[in-house]
């Protein structure tokens, strides 16, 4: 296996599969528009100004603050959603557009480590020492970067956790710190580095981290109409008609017993999945049987939020119709 020194991954950018996984995304067209358009401010201050006098025929100091301004995004919400998907193919669509190398660097803090403190402390403050040390390589004589650096910092709230694991008191703040400090010297340094924290649990990100944000971006289990549009584009050239598919989507969202629909995730690695095996290999899918097995699926429960079945009456105003 290659080593990546800190990362489980470091990818140049595009990569075909990439591309695929984004374009397939549903439900998050602003947050991938945002997510690249920072980006590529990023790489080219310049071109904010460039807008200011195209359309405005002057400065605005409102760009003033784009100086300095911590380029973290943090990508939280529930399960299966798309924080990963989108936050490892976005630069995809940055290199498109842009003239400059793009990387992903990955790292997940759950996998990592023994989950003690120094030893996140450590895998942070490498993590950033090794982003910095590439972005300022790749400077040309002009003191401009040939390369934009996506750093993935996936499950971040395991940082937390072993903040809590570890019962640590309001000082001993040392992985957290290390972030902060990385954060704030992308930052000063306006380094071409995009920083990117997914989470399941907002609450658990530490105040002064999320402070930092520039943009927080809530992940939500796909409403109706984004069910279909996933199963639409998976079963294209199946026979399967648009009432089937509805009654699929239908089949795949809240229910009496239960307030929440299928993620994301349950519809692309268990329901799809579980439709096409379940035709294969003597028969061909039908709508009769894709609809029986969306009813036998069981979705993920929703993060953290205990739901059980006793649980489920109580969850009032959050309707299984809106779903
Ligand atoms: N918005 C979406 N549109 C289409 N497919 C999606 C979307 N979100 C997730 N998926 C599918 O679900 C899979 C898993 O998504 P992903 O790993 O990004 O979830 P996540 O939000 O990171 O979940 P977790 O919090 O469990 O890490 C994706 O590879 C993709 O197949
Ligand atoms: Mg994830």
């Not at 359309?55 to 924080?83: C, I």
């Not at 095996?277 to 993060?303: H, N």
């Amino acid at each position: 296996m290659e080593n990546f020194g800190f990362f489980e991954d470091v990818i140049a950018l595009p990569d075909p599969r990439g591309q695929t996984d984004y374009d397939r995304l549903v439900g998050l067209e602003a947050y991938k528009e945002r997510l690249v358009k920072e980006t590529l401010l990023l790489v080219d201050p310049r071109v904010l100004q460039g807008w200011a006098q195209k359309h405005h025929r002057s400065e605005l100091n409102a760009l003033d603050y784009f100086k300095a301004r911590p380029p973290l995004f943090l990508l939280a919400g529930d399960v299966g959603t798309g924080k990963t998907a989108l936050a490892r193919s976005f630069g995809n669509e940055v290199a498109k557009r842009s003239r400059v190398q793009v990387r992903l660097y990955a790292m997940s803090l759950n996998s990592r480590g023994s989950g003690a403190v120094g030893e996140m402390t450590r895998l942070i403050s490498a993590a950033f020492r090794q982003v910095q040390d590439e972005v300022a390589k790749s400077r040309d004589q002009h003191g401009q970067s040939r390369r934009a650096i996506i750093l993935l910092i996936d499950e971040a709230d395991a940082l937390a956790q072993s903040r809590e694991a570890a019962q640590m008191h309001h000082e001993d703040r040392a992985g957290v710190n290390a972030l902060i400090r990385g954060v704030d010297e992308v930052a000063a340094g306006r380094l071409p580095i995009a920083i990117i924290m997914c989470t399941n649990r907002l609450a658990a990100i530490d105040p002064a981290v999320r402070r930092r944000a520039a943009a927080v971006f809530e992940f939500h289990r796909p409403k109706r109409a984004q069910r279909l549009s996933v199963l639409r584009d998976a079963f294209l050239g199946s026979g399967l008609t648009e009432s089937e598919l509805e009654a699929v989507a239908d089949a795949t969202g809240g229910t009496q017993q239960r307030a929440y629909g299928f993620t994301y995730s349950d519809l692309t690695q268990r329901l799809i999945p579980s439709i096409v095996l379940d035709a294969f290999p003597e028969q061909p899918i039908t709508g009769k049987r894709a609809i029986e097995i969306a009813r036998s699926v069981s979705p993920t429960p929703p993060f953290g939020e205990g739901y059980s079945a006793d649980t489920i009456g109580a969850t009032n105003g959050r309707q299984s119709n809106s779903y």
